[in-house]
């Protein structure tokens, strides 16, 4: 009897584990059914976010709230551009102001700016030399690639009113043959001349007017050495510096045909006394007296003249030489 007692109480101290995980599993198993998050882990799946337990009102309050701030954003942008659009009047008369059209021209130099555009520096009859940004005019199939051409009559428009300028239209006017071979360094030289000597903004009608006279004369073979020195001649006038060759500043007498002089670049013609720089030209009073009439037929007047007008623009560069000369006396070596 005692037996039997021992082994049932020895019995149930052994299946007592056994029933306390069965009834571990079955709560732990009652959890897992009731947890989404337990049974999808229990079968290896990807756990599910649970729900979110903010108020619907809520969620509405705040989309509104962000379509409402978006809507007042297009309206701000919506309204800057529209300001853009419609300058105030005071700018469009400035802009109007600053605009200018059907003003002749003449291109006498051009270089790259940016990728697809040129700086062109242009002579113009009331405007003197400016710079015009010419926009896109090295691009394949811009209208201005063939028209922004060297010694040729442009009609041109522009807009602004600073140092480099909007070219807004370039026309061909026409009228004139284009340069070729010595006449065409000629006209280098001259643009050269022009781009040295004129200041920018600073018009000079009558000097406009003599290098399309010049062009012409270029143009038709009419000999470049006398055609040269007229234009060099006006070009100091126009300038300010003004040269009178038939009067002596020593003697403030007219100039003796068959004496010496040399040309002071401060004071003006004087007699030749033979202590002079050497690099001062020495001519002939006959020479003087012809190119104060753009007289020269004479073959010494032509030569004598060269030498004195080189030595005037070199005194007035400060010795900086110009780069169409130099080629033309290359050339005239070769």
């Known amino acids: 009897m005692a037996t039997s007692e021992l082994d049932t109480t020895s019995r149930d101290d052994v299946d007592a584990p056994d029933a306390v995980t069965t009834a571990t599993g079955t709560s732990q198993a009652t959890r897992s059914a009731r947890s989404p998050r337990a049974a999808s ?4 799946a990807r756990p599910t976010r649970p729900k979110s337990t903010r108020p619907r009102a809520v969620d509405d309050d705040a989309s509104e709230a962000f379509q409402q701030a978006q809507a007042n954003s297009d309206t ?11 300058p105030s009047p005071a700018r469009v008369a400035e802009r109007e102001q600053s ?3 059907e003003q002749p021209g003449f291109v006498l130099h051009s270089y790259p700016y940016r990728e697809t555009s040129l700086i062109i520096d242009v002579l113009t009859r009331d405007h003197g030399r400016i710079a015009l940004v010419a926009k896109g005019a090295k691009r ?5 690639r063939g028209v922004l051409q060297t010694f040729q009559p442009l ?8 140092e480099l300028r909007t070219l807004t239209k370039a026309e061909w006017v026409g009228g004139l043959r284009p340069l070729e071979g010595d ?10 001349l022009l781009v040295k000597f004129c200041a920018r903004d600073d018009p000079h009608d009558k000097l406009f007017q003599h290098y399309l006279t010049t062009l012409h004369h270029l143009a038709h073979g009419e000999p470049a050495g006398v055609i040269l020195r007229a234009f060099e001649r006006v070009l100091l006038r126009e300038t300010g510096y003004a040269v009178a060759f038939d009067r002596c500043t020593q003697t403030r007498g007219k100039v003796v045909p068959d004496r010496r002089y040399v040309f002071h670049p401060d004071w003006g013609v004087r007699p030749a006394r033979g202590d002079e720089p050497s690099d001062w030209p020495v001519v002939a009073g006959q020479t003087l007296l012809d190119m104060e009439q753009d007289d020269y037929s004479r073959a010494q007047t032509v030569q004598q003249s ?10 007035h560069l400060g010795g900086v030489p110009l780069n169409t000369r130099q080629i033309l006396l290359d ?3 070769l």
Do not use: C, D, I
């Open 41 to 44: 882990e229990a079968v290896g």
């Open 76 to 86: 701000v942008k919506r309204e800057a551009k529209r300001t853009r659009r419609a």
């Open 99 to 101: 605009r200018v059209t």
């Open 140 to 144: 394949p199939h811009s209208a201005l």
């Open 155 to 162: 009609s041109l428009a522009w807009l602004g009113k600073g």
């Open 183 to 192: 006449a065409l360094l000629s006209g280098f030289y001259l643009n050269e």
């Open 306 to 315: 060269k030498l004195l007008m080189r030595f005037l623009l070199n005194h």
């Open 331 to 333: 050339l005239q070596k």
